[in-house]
């Protein structure tokens, strides 16, 4: 079969091995899998949080089974990463920080014309039968949606809130989408590309500002009687973006960090204006089945279309086409196929 392979940071399209399964293990035809700004991130070397498997973000249909509940022919989604649900970790509320969560793993990776889920993730909650009325590329959008509900839930969006989402790739704008589904009242979108600051203004921001050409904190104040936003949400990795987010919240409000920040990133910032201004920091990192499982229902009660977000659609073979123009911030999701 044809999966993507990373070889010394190189992405290769190779003929490998279909995985063979052992007691409990799933294999999964791949049908749609998205391009993660991380997977980008590992092929640069840039990544700082796992190993560099690539395809996290795959639908597809069970093509062999050794368990009783998933028969060939269902349509389903796979989580590459599940936790214990056991240690102290688990137990106390941080479940993507337990040891064994990052250690599973789809094989050989998403970009695969079959992966294979192993038994770990099949018994506990990775894997999700998709509704008749679920596509695909809809789909493929689960993960990282859900990756932004437990990130909101834990930073916490109230009704009326003024949200500023700093970044408006794939991620920023499933967080502006997200937002109003959970009662945000305006949300603001900044970006350094015009073709993402206008593409926000699509999907559900109210007002967004080009963060190369004006003041993004100004603003803001203008837009909030001089307060600043209730919540920022940092969505890219930018030590810029970082800063941005927390000159532009008010006396009292929360800063959600979610892009994952470039290697040793030092930020010069004054440590005292956060308790003077009483700022909480929260930081999310991935998700759990609690969160996939809602964010499959947000999809499928078509509270949210994902599928606006998707400006590229990509074989296999044209895989390395897809992450120069991720890498060039021509598109905001890529999606892959079989
Ligand atoms: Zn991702
Ligand atoms: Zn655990």
Same mark, same amino acid.
Request: proline share 5%.
């Given at each position: ?9 190189? /992405? ?19 049908? $749609? ?5 991380t ?13 560099? +498997? ?12 050794t ?7 269902? #349509?389903?989604?796979? &989580? &590459? ?13 941080? /479940?993507t920080?337990? /040891?064994?969560? #990052?250690?599973t793993?789809l ?11 192993? $038994?770990w993730?099949?018994? #506990? ?14 789909g493929?959008f ?7 509900? #437990? ?11 003024f ?6 790739g794939?991620?920023?704008?499933? &967080?502006?989408?997200?937002a ?35 003041? +993004? ?23 810029? $973006? ?7 919240v ?10 994952v920040?470039?290697?040793?990133? +030092? ?9 003077n ?61 079989d």
């Open positions: 079969m044809k999966a993507i392979v990373l070889e010394n940071g190189n /992405p290769l399209l190779k003929e490998v091995p279909i995985p063979k399964l052992q007691e409990g293990d799933v294999l999964v035809k791949m049908k $749609a899998c998205g391009l993660c700004g997977d980008v991130e590992k092929i640069c070397g840039q990544y700082t949080a796992s190993q560099p +498997i690539l395809g996290h973000e795959p639908a597809g249909i069970i093509q062999e089974s368990v009783e509940w998933l028969k060939p022919g269902d #349509r389903v989604f796979a &989580h &590459h990463h599940v936790p214990c649900y056991e240690c102290y970790y688990c137990k106390k509320g941080s /479940p920080m337990c /040891p064994y969560y #990052r250690k793993n094989d050989p990776g998403g970009f695969a014309e079959y992966f294979r889920v192993p $038994a993730n099949v018994k #506990r909650g990775g894997i999700l039968k998709l509704p008749d009325n679920v596509t695909f590329d809809e493929a689960i993960e990282p949606l859900a990756t932004v509900i #437990r990130a909101q839930r834990r930073v916490f969006i109230d009704k009326d809130d949200i500023l989402v700093v970044g408006a794939p991620m920023g704008l499933l &967080h502006v989408m997200a109003k589904v959970n009662g945000a009242g305006k949300v603001f979108v900044s970006d350094v590309s015009e073709f993402r600051r206008e593409y926000s203004l699509k999907v559900g921001a109210d007002v967004s500002f080009n963060a190369a050409k004006i003041n +993004i904190e100004e603003e803001v104040k203008k837009l909030t009687d001089g307060r600043g936003v209730d919540v920022a949400i940092v969505a890219s990795g930018a030590p810029q $973006a970082i800063l941005s987010a927390l000159n532009s008010r006396k009292g409000g929360r800063v959600l960090l979610f892009g920040p470039y290697k040793g990133t +030092i930020l010069n910032y004054d440590i005292s204006n956060l308790l201004n009483e700022i909480s920091i929260i930081s999310s990192n991935a998700a759990v089945e609690e969160d996939t499982r809602e964010a499959l229902n947000m999809i499928a009660n078509k509270k949210i279309d994902v599928t606006k977000l998707i400006t590229g659609k990509f074989k296999l073979e044209e895989f390395n086409e897809a992450v120069r123009e991720a890498k060039e911030g021509k598109t905001i999701k890529a999606i892959i196929y």
